[in-house]
């Protein structure tokens, strides 16, 4: 039977060349090509407000520690300054925490709304302290006395405005906490009207 040669270059080739043939012959692209306005991006477009507030956070964000130590003291600053002109105002939304809260507003109406003996103790004081100076026997014996008289009114006062207050706070916030309130109020009475922080939004007399 005749053979035929077998072609040694079939045996012998190169599998690489074989393997990077698909690649060579597959179709090149343009990738410059643009792409068609109608397609798909893949992604939802952003709202305005949305790129607006994305844009607005990234300028905002301190680049240097510097930067954002500043930043922050401008805050504390702004933050004061807002509290400062709730303090005046009364507005409920920059108050301190201690002054915060309906429980806490009425407390302090409760006060401000009625003469308290105590918020008159540092003039008293100051009238005690120079009759105890004087070197006359009657007037210090006066001094001792006026000293006597004016504690036991702070203290009936203090006693009368707590029990009141307690009474009312029961009837009106029976379901909110009101722990702390009274001597609250009771700290508020020793200040002098005028001197008052939160300012008083009653006058005297007024209901709360």
Same mark, same amino acid.
């Given at each position: 039977?005749?053979?035929?040669?077998?072609?040694?270059? /079939?045996? /012998?080739?190169?599998?690489?060349?074989?393997?990077?043939?698909?690649?060579?012959?597959?179709?090149? *692209?343009?990738?410059?090509?643009?792409?068609?306005?109608?397609?798909?991006?893949?992604?939802?477009?952003? @709202? +305005?407000?949305? =790129?607006? #507030?994305? +844009?607005?956070?990234?300028? #905002?964000?301190? *680049? *240097? +520690?510097?930067?954002?130590?500043?930043?922050?003291?401008?805050?504390?600053?702004?933050?004061?300054?807002?509290?400062?002109?709730?303090?005046? #105002? %009364?507005?409920?939304?920059?108050?301190?925490?201690?002054?915060? %809260?309906?429980?806490? &507003?009425?407390?302090?109406? !409760?006060?401000?709304?009625? !003469?308290?003996? =105590?918020? !008159? /103790?540092?003039?008293?004081?100051?009238?005690?302290?120079?009759? #105890?100076?004087?070197?006359?026997?009657?007037?210090?014996?006066?001094?001792?006395?006026?000293?006597?008289?004016?504690?036991?009114?702070?203290?009936?006062?203090?006693? !009368?405005?707590? /029990?009141?207050?307690?009474?009312?706070?029961?009837?009106?916030?029976?379901?909110?906490?009101?722990? %702390?309130?009274?001597?609250?109020?009771?700290?508020?009475?020793?200040?002098? +009207?005028?001197?008052?922080?939160?300012?008083?939004?009653? @006058? &005297? %007399?007024? &209901?709360?």
């Amino acid at each position: 039977m005749p053979r035929y040669p077998v072609p040694l270059g /079939f045996v /012998f080739r190169s599998r690489a060349k074989e393997e990077k043939a698909p690649a060579d012959k597959a179709p090149v *692209t343009d990738s410059k090509q643009t792409r068609d306005p109608q397609a798909p991006k893949g992604r939802p477009t952003p @709202k +305005r407000s949305e =790129a607006q #507030s994305q +844009r607005r956070s990234v300028a #905002s964000t301190p *680049t *240097t +520690r510097k930067e954002g130590a500043k930043r922050q003291r401008d805050e504390r600053r702004a933050a004061m300054e807002r509290q400062r002109q709730a303090l005046a #105002s %009364g507005d409920e939304r920059y108050l301190p925490a201690r002054d915060k %809260g309906p429980v806490r &507003r009425f407390a302090r109406d !409760f006060v401000d709304s009625r !003469f308290c003996v =105590a918020e !008159f /103790f540092l003039p008293m004081a100051v009238i005690i302290l120079v009759l #105890s100076m004087v070197r006359v026997g009657a007037l210090q014996s006066i001094a001792l006395l006026l000293w006597l008289f004016v504690i036991v009114l702070i203290i009936g006062d203090s006693v !009368f405005i707590a /029990f009141r207050l307690r009474k009312q706070l029961a009837a009106r916030f029976a379901n909110e906490r009101t722990k %702390g309130a009274v001597a609250y109020a009771l700290m508020r009475s020793l200040q002098m +009207r005028r001197l008052r922080l939160p300012k008083p939004q009653v @006058k &005297r %007399g007024e &209901r709360p």
